[in-house]
C-alpha cells in the first residue's frame, strides 16, 4: 500500500502549485484524506483534510482561502491546490489517508497510511 505525492517544486512568491497524491495496493475511496507539512526545525503541520465524499473539506488557518483540496476517487487521487504562495509555506508536504475518517482531522496521529513527502520551495 502507497500513497506517492508528486507536483512539487520551485516558485516564486506569489506563484501557484498543484501537489497530487495517488494511492496504490488498496482503494481510498472510503477514506479521509489529508495533506501536511513540515519545514525544517518545526514539527508537522496541518494544511487541509477532505471527506471521502468530498463533501467537507478543512483548512490549517495558514492557507485558508490560498489552498484547496479536492480529490477523485475514480483516480484514487487527491489534490492541493496551492496558490498565492509565501516564502513561509516552504516545507516538505505528505498526504495521509485515516481509514476510520476521524472528527480529529487536523491531528497526524490519526491517519494511517502516509506518503514520502515532496518538497515545495518558495523565493522571495
Known amino acids: 500500500v502507497q500513497l506517492i505525492e508528486s507536483g512539487g517544486g520551485f516558485v516564486q512568491t506569489g506563484g501557484s502549485l498543484r501537489l497530487s497524491c495517488t494511492g496504490s495496493?488498496?482503494?481510498?475511496?472510503?477514506?479521509?484524506m489529508g495533506w501536511f507539512r513540515q519545514a525544517p526545525g518545526k514539527g508537522r503541520e496541518f494544511v487541509a483534510a477532505?471527506?471521502?465524499?468530498?463533501?467537507?473539506?478543512y483548512y490549517g488557518d495558514s492557507v485558508k482561502g490560498r489552498f484547496a483540496i479536492s480529490r477523485d476517487n475514480a483516480k484514487n487521487t487527491v489534490y492541493l491546490q496551492m496558490n498565492n504562495l509565501r516564502p513561509e509555506d516552504t516545507a516538505v508536504y505528505y498526504c495521509?489517508?485515516?481509514?476510520?475518517?476521524?472528527?480529529?482531522?487536523?491531528?497526524?496521529?490519526?491517519?494511517?497510511?502516509w506518503g514520502q513527502g515532496t518538497q515545495v520551495t518558495v523565493s522571495s
Open positions: 495521509a489517508s485515516d481509514i476510520d475518517s476521524s472528527s480529529y482531522y487536523d491531528s497526524f496521529y490519526v491517519y494511517d497510511y
Open positions: 477532505i471527506a471521502w465524499s468530498g463533501g467537507n473539506t
Open positions: 495496493g488498496r482503494s481510498f475511496s472510503s477514506d479521509a
